[in-house]
């Protein structure tokens, strides 16, 4: 699982638009970025569309990483969130990060690309983590 899971650098680039080929999680990261740019310039009336396409890409990644995991250990404490969703969240912060890099400049352009880097540096610790069995997922087994 350890190689199975991609890196936050790796993510990060699927988030950009390099480097998903051939992998799920990396595509769906790819294209959970490109729904996030839209819903910053969509209409209200598009927004169901793109929250349903979202959901998912969501569950996409969700069911992957579950079908992925080892049963995990039964100490393992479980996180409050999905992969998928956090993976969603990186998206969703990358497609802000971007927007707000050619439309700002100071405090605000700095604490875009801040809680970017946070996000990521969190899903790799909780990759780690499910890797070697010290965390689950919900609904994972």
Request: hydrophobic residues 40%; charged residues 20%; glycine residues 8%.
């Amino acid at each position: 699982m350890r190689d199975t899971l991609p890196s936050k650098n790796q993510v990060l680039q699927a988030c950009r638009g390099t480097g998903f080929p051939g992998h799920p999680l990396l595509r769906a990261a790819h294209d959970l970025t490109g729904v996030h740019e839209r819903l910053l310039s969509a209409r209200p009336e598009q927004h169901v569309e793109l929250d349903s396409l979202r959901t998912d890409l969501v569950h996409q990644i969700d069911c992957w990483v579950t079908a992925q995991l080892p049963p995990s250990h039964g100490a393992a404490r479980i996180h409050t969130e999905t992969l998928g969703s956090v993976i969603d969240r990186l998206a969703r912060l990358t497609a802000a990060a971007y927007a707000a890099l050619a439309r700002e400049s100071g405090q605000e352009l700095t604490v875009a690309w801040e809680h970017l880097a946070e996000l990521a540096v969190g899903y790799e610790d909780l990759a780690s983590e499910v890797c070697t069995g010290r965390r689950r997922l919900p609904g994972a087994h």
